[in-house]
């Protein structure tokens, strides 16, 4: 059978405020760029992958004009996207992009886990089915305490980019071959193949008993 496989992550990529251009050495960004670049690179290198597609989408938060936000926001995943693609040089429309101009849902999020005074009626104003400046005029003006803790503490954490790579792992046919992938990658082993390898096994020999303890 089809073996596909995905793995995801999440880049906190810091920008000078208000600037759409990515700078590799500012702040954090080389461990941030780096966790995309290393889960390409874990399957790019690995000869019995294939990547079939990877997308990136990303968000800004909901400080400022919702307008601004969405320049932010597909500027930025634009040049996240330039990137990547400069180092690997991927066929073109291979990488797909999104973006969110205002992760209004991290902060629900952040808000419900935490123990902020006035947390119902903060709640209630983020679920508001308003126009977001709206809404955050309403935070703002409101709770003037908390919306200041929140900008702090929680709003750099809603400016991410989510990353999703989409891979196959080819099949394994010969029991030798399924043997030495299962000690050094069993993971990448379907259950049929798992199967081959336990038709050479004796039934209730060591090997035989790990195989299925393992699957």
């Known amino acids: 059978g089809d073996k596909t496989r995905e793995i995801s992550g999440t880049a906190f990529i810091d920008f000078p405020v208000s ?45 400022s004009p919702y307008s601004n936000n969405t320049y932010l926001a597909k500027g930025r995943t634009a040049a996240l996207k330039d990137y990547v693609q400069g180092l690997y040089h991927f ?54 305490d908390e919306y200041k803790y929140l900008l702090e503490n929680c709003y750099p954490a809603l400016r991410h980019s989510d990353y999703r790579i989409e891979y196959t792992i080819r099949s394994f046919s010969e029991p030798k071959e399924i043997e030495k992938v ?17 038709q050479t096994y004796e039934p209730g020999s060591e090997d035989f008993n790990e195989l299925f303890l393992s699957t």
């Open 19 to 63: 600037r759409i251009e990515i700078y590799p050495e500012y702040r954090n960004n080389i461990v941030e760029l780096a966790k995309i670049t290393g889960t390409i690179d874990s399957v790019k290198n690995d000869h019995d992958i294939t990547i079939k597609s990877l997308s990136i989408k990303g968000f800004a938060s909901p400080e």
């Open 91 to 144: 066929e073109e429309g291979f990488i797909r992009t999104s973006y969110e101009p205002e992760d209004w849902a991290g902060l629900e999020r952040y808000v419900e886990a935490s123990r902020i005074p006035n947390k119902e009626a903060i709640l209630s104003i983020i679920r508001e089915d308003i126009d977001p400046d709206v809404r955050e005029w309403k935070l703002k003006s409101r709770w003037k």
């Open 182 to 198: 299962y000690r050094t990658a069993p993971q990448k082993l379907s259950l049929e193949e798992f199967y081959i390898l336990a």
